[in-house]
């Protein structure tokens, strides 16, 4: 399995401008999570899925965040509008079981936001 | 929820020496708590876990320990090489059983 793979990798916009992280995760995982980090708030859990459906996204931000997970292969999590302190790198992450396992990340989407 | 707290926050040392760092947690429901290592440029990746029923675990030149007592677990490598030169995240699993992660360490090997 190529592991969990996101895009893009970089992403540069302008404030209030709408911004669409993807993500694939590996095969057969139910768990999916998205993570932001920051130096100054490192590794925020955002919100996470269970087989597709949102189970917690008391991490979310802002009503200008949401998340969505139309299949087993894919989520989206959606900026709108963006600001400049949305300015991180966000991470997707699946797991097998969610609990007591492994979390496997992707490499990562650095956005900026000018 | 789990609330996990990690120092130092930047540990520089020489090759050849060791390392230590540690993690308390808040939740008595966590029963998993992995460590990560995060490279440059990369996500974090699984180095090492301990499971609560275990006190310590080794992998060749890392360690982890566990205190379930006083809520604290660390990470211990020896001899540590300039490839060991990254943040590491601790974290803990709480009674929702999704991690929790700690600020993160910059560990610094020098030559």
């Known amino acids: 399995d190529a592991g969990v793979i996101q895009s893009p990798r970089h992403e540069v916009t302008e404030m209030g401008q709408e911004v669409t992280l993807r993500c694939k995760p590996i095969?057969?995982?139910?768990?999916l999570f998205w993570y932001r980090q920051t130096m100054m708030r490192g590794l925020e859990l955002l919100i996470y899925?269970?087989?597709?459906?949102?189970?917690?996204d008391s991490g979310m931000p802002e009503d200008r965040f949401s998340a969505k997970m139309p299949n087993a292969s894919f989520s989206t999590l959606k900026i709108q509008p963006s600001e400049p302190r949305d300015s991180a790198v966000y991470f997707c992450?699946?797991?097998?079981?969610?609990?007591?396992?492994?979390?496997?990340f992707g490499q990562g989407t650095r956005l900026t936001v000018v | 929820g789990e609330n996990v707290e990690q120092h130092p926050s930047t540990l520089s040392v020489q090759e050849g020496d060791s390392a230590v760092i540690k993690c308390t947690y808040s939740?008595?429901?966590?029963?998993?708590f992995p460590w990560y290592k995060q490279e440059l440029g990369k996500g974090p990746q699984l180095i090492i876990d301990?499971?609560?029923?275990?006190g310590e675990k080794k992998d060749q030149r890392i360690a982890v320990t566990l205190n379930k007592t006083a809520k604290h677990f660390s990470l211990h490598i020896t001899e540590t090489q300039p490839e060991d030169s990254a943040v590491y995240f601790c974290?803990?699993?709480?009674?929702?059983?999704?991690?929790?992660f700690g600020r993160g360490t910059s560990l610094i090997v020098h030559p």
């Open positions: 992450a699946s797991s097998s079981l969610g609990r007591d396992t492994e979390a496997f």
């Open positions: 095969s057969g995982h139910d768990y």
């Open positions: 899925f269970n087989n597709n459906v949102p189970i917690d």
């Open positions: 939740d008595s429901a966590s029963n998993y």
């Open positions: 301990i499971r609560s029923n275990v």
């Open positions: 974290a803990a699993n709480g009674g929702s059983y999704i991690p929790t």
